[in-house]
């Protein structure tokens, strides 16, 4: 099986722990016939809404579970993530949470899938194994070296699945890119050209640490404390 979000839900995913936990190894809960695993949603931005709900909301790939809760500290951003789930379902079941942790101590919520700013992978995918989760979690999957190898020993240790998405390591096209050239059927590489961001035009992007800005003029303003963010 391919490892990539698109096949995640397939075998599901779990990540790691930093610290200690009385319990070892604790099993998903026993489902009922015809009951669907239950995902919880964290962090909202736009990796979560544009390519990661839509794909968790795909029957053909996500038949056997349901999103359940949208957690984000951004009250716009967590009302925003119900309502695009709730559109799907046809109801108004999703949950809209402020506080990651009320998702890691609720029971009923077998999965969770993060994709909050990098430096809370680490700590988030732990207390999610900790509490018997399993964990999908974006790229990068952690900070520093160290906090990847605390998050594959809590794997190990907690024996939840996990899974860490890198869609350009794991695809078919850019695998099939990378034997290519690797096997030197294009010759000898001489030049490689690298661009980031949105044409030089905007600030932000994957390679810069702020945010995405439709004029950089209005930066100030637009990167001023949010009054709907806890």
Request: include cysteine; aromatic fraction near 10%; charged fraction near 25%.
């Amino acid at each position: 099986m391919q490892l990539n979000r698109r096949n995640f839900l397939f075998g599901t995913a779990a990540a790691a722990s930093l610290a200690g936990c009385v319990s070892n190894k604790i099993g998903l809960r026993p489902l009922k016939k015809g009951e669907k695993r239950n995902i919880a949603m964290i962090g909202y931005g736009i990796q979560m809404r544009t390519a990661l709900i839509p794909q968790f909301l795909n029957k053909k790939y996500c038949g056997n579970t349901q999103i359940v809760a949208v957690c984000d500290c951004d009250k716009k951003r967590r009302e925003a993530g119900k309502a695009q789930v709730d559109k799907f379902y046809g109801n108004t079941n999703c949950k809209a949470v402020a506080d990651f942790r009320d998702i890691l101590k609720d029971p009923m919520i077998d999965m969770v899938c993060i994709a909050t700013p990098d430096h809370w992978h680490a700590y988030m995918s732990v207390e999610a194994m900790k509490h018997g989760k399993d964990v999908y979690c974006e790229k990068p999957l952690t900070f520093n070296v160290d906090e990847s190898r605390k998050v594959m020993e809590a794997e190990k240790k907690y024996g939840r699945v996990f899974q860490t998405g890198s869609m350009q390591r794991s695809w078919d096209v850019f695998r099939t890119a990378v034997t290519i050239v690797r096997n030197g059927y294009i010759g000898d590489i001489k030049y490689v050209d690298a661009n980031y961001g949105r044409g030089g035009s905007k600030l932000g992007g994957p390679s810069h640490p702020i945010r995405f800005f439709d004029n950089p003029a209005n930066a100030e303003k637009e990167g001023a404390p949010n009054p709907d963010c806890d």
